[in-house]
Nanobody
Framework: QVQLVESGGGLVQAGGSLRLSCAAS????????MGWYRQAPGKQRELVAR???????NYADFVKGRFTISRDNAKNTMYLQMNSLKPEDTGVYYC?????????????WGQGTQVTVSS
């Protein structure tokens, strides 16, 4: 099963920016939908953005226009550029790789990276 390692989280003031990275242990972008999820304290994990094997992207309404998901196939790395950060963006951000088909490739998660936005 693929290993995913997130990095790039930290503490930032409201209005600031961060870029998260998710490094995959093997080449998977052609067989997986890649996504970023987040979980705030006391809340359920929610989808932030995802990118398909064909490069199509979609975003949660609460990040549209502020966050950008992308990937570098040569580096097996996915990114989440986060601009105009708000305190409500605080949470643990997780990288996900959803295999297509699921039964063959599975569903993998990273360990998460903390993002804290101060007001």
């Amino acid at each position: 099963q693929v290993q995913l390692v997130e990095s790039g989280g930290g503490l930032v003031q409201a209005g600031g920016s961060l870029r998260l990275s998710c490094a995959a242990s093997i080449s998977i972008f052609s067989t997986h939908v890649m996504g970023w999820y987040r979980q705030a304290p006391g809340k359920q994990r929610e989808l932030v953005a995802r990118i398909t094997s064909g490069g199509s992207t979609n975003y949660a309404d609460f990040v549209k226009g502020r966050f950008t998901i992308s990937r570098d196939n040569a580096k097996n790395t996915m990114y989440l550029q986060m601009n105009s950060l708000k305190p409500e963006d605080t949470g643990v951000y997780y990288c996900n790789a959803y295999g297509i088909p699921l039964g063959r490739y599975g569903d993998s998660w990273g360990q998460g990276t903390q993002v804290t936005v101060s007001s």
